[in-house]
């Protein structure tokens, strides 16, 4: 399988503090690659760095192949890194449909149009509201939604945008189990040529949807492997809680069915 | 209804039944106007119309992109001076010195929101300001142009055809048709996919950046536009006046404007017209009778509607979507 991200000694200073410190990082296309870390590890950082929203302080990013280190956030965007934020991000004043529109516009339609139209895309608008189970609240200003909506709403949005690669940053925070649930299910249902590298502090969901995981510690890659191997590491055990028992982060049996390797916080 | 049985369609691109008959009414009323008001009220009425333009065009950008301007009358005072030059010494044969205006106003714009869209809130308020500022200094001190402090006067009256527009009643619905031109270029803004892009970047710059959006380019295309539509408005002013003086382009006529956008209330385009219409009514008709303290009761007006209608006049009649909290 391809590479279609990559990160080289990637790097990123506050001050005097090191948020992100030479992380090298490879996501393989169509991956569910997992980025997981203590708090303070430097994730959200490092997924900014990525979609273009911080520039790096050294170190290069490599995008299908092309260059992205210098590119503004808007270009790499047009190129197919989406992403979802992780407080909600939206045009609270407009509807959920409009919030919908403005992203599938930018990729389909012609946002420079003067005249008013029928959206030849509107057919799109509707199947992400419908994928996202949001379909009876097309019409609903963004700021009447409940805040698992505006979640869902987020992911209908960044979808819209027929990213390549998306990021997402903790899309189940302070989601209730029904909600987080229904996400997982609309994850693991993206086609399989979208790439998504999330952060998700719920190790549960984080190792039922990873094929990839990355775990980061103080800005630094602690380890990178499959779940399993992720699983099995003790360094990975000591980061998170420092001489604790394995038992204590991982759970061996399944939560949910079809077989997955399921964990807890 | 839900999304799954209809077409999605662009909220603001949907004109209800409602809202659709009370612009017919409004625009037969206006053209009726001259048929039931004295020559006086009529001349007061256009003067609205000119206003309400200026008004409209400055909710392109305070309402929808969320750009607060403290200094677009500049470019109605640039789109006035060109009309009044080019009646002046090319021709008054309509509608040159209009679409002249027009131009004026948009190439102003272009000039100064090349600077002014790269800063945001307060910045692009005083920074609009100060180019709007240098402008007036500028009409002041090219006195052969624009004839200085004393303005520019004796403006030949626009000709439609071999005829001079100075009757009242004809000058009115010259005024009105081009304010319509005016309005229906700014809805057709508003409602369009550009329309959206700048709503867009009203609510959430960033994240129209993240999307792939690049806002710099859209904020100046609304700013260029909104000075286009303002210039026109301009020359509406130099056609019915037949003077330009170097206030018509001064703070006081911005702070004007932007108080009958928020009056009317933002972002409704219709709603900054009633709220022009108001500010004129109070300024020209109602100020002398209270011994110059037409000012003093704008302000009241103000506080009142900032207290009792925080979404302006328009904000009394919202749209379904917007009123709707839960289904």
Known sequence: MSEVLRCVDVARTFGALRAVDGVDLAVTRGARHALIGPNGAGKSTLLRLVAGGLRVTRGRIWFGGRDVTRAPEAHRARLGIGQTFQQSSLFRSLTAADNVALAVQRRRGRPWLPLPQRPGWAARVTELLGLVGLESRGHQPVHTLSYAECRQLEVAVALAAEPQVLLLDEPAAGMSADGTARLLDLLRGLPPDITLVFIEHDLDLAFQLATEVTVLHLGRVLMSGTPAEVQASDEVQRAYLGAGRRGDLFITEPVTGGGDVAART | ?327
């Open chain 2, 1 to 327: 209804m839900s999304l799954t049985t209809m077409v999605y369609r662009p909220t603001e691109a949907r004109l209800d039944w409602p809202g659709r008959l009370s612009a017919a009414a409004a625009v037969v009323t206006l053209a009726a106007a001259p048929f039931f008001l004295a020559p006086y009220a009529t001349t007061t009425l256009t003067r609205m119309l000119v206003y309400a333009l200026l008004a409209a065009s400055l909710d392109l950008l305070v309402g929808i992109t969320g750009l607060p301007s403290l200094g677009h009358a500049a470019y109605f005072g640039v789109g006035a001076y060109m009309a009044g030059w080019i009646a002046t010494n090319a021709t008054p044969a309509a509608p040159l010195p209009l679409l002249a205006a027009a131009v004026a106003g948009g190439l102003a714009a272009l000039a100064a929101g090349w600077v002014a869209v790269r800063s945001a809130g307060v910045f692009f308020l005083i920074l609009t300001l100060a180019l709007a500022e240098i402008i007036q200094q500028l009409a002041e001190s090219w006195q052969p142009v624009t004839g200085g402090s004393n303005g520019m006067y004796g403006i030949p009256a626009t000709r439609l055809g071999a005829e001079p527009l100075t009757h009242v009643a004809y000058l009115h619905w010259y005024v009105l048709g081009w304010f319509l031109v005016g309005i229906l270029v700014v809805w057709a803004l508003s409602a369009s996919p550009f329309g959206a892009t700048l709503r867009g970047i009203r609510d959430n710059e960033p994240r129209l950046r993240a999307l792939g959006y690049q806002p710099y380019r859209y904020k100046l295309a609304a700013f260029v536009a909104a000075g286009a539509v303002a210039g026109l408005a301009g020359g509406l002013l130099a056609t019915q006046q037949r003077l330009v003086t170097p206030t018509d382009l001064g703070f006081a006529t911005s702070a004007l404007a932007l108080l009958a956008v928020v009056i009317g209330g933002t972002g409704t385009i219709w709603g900054p017209c009633l709220g022009a219409a108001l500010v004129v009514l109070v300024r020209d008709s109602l100020g002398p009778s209270l011994g110059g303290h037409g000012p003093l009761v704008l302000g009241l007006v103000f506080i009142a509607v900032v207290y009792a209608l925080p979404r302006g006049v328009a904000g009394v009649r919202r749209p379904r979507s917007r009123r709707t909290a839960t289904r």
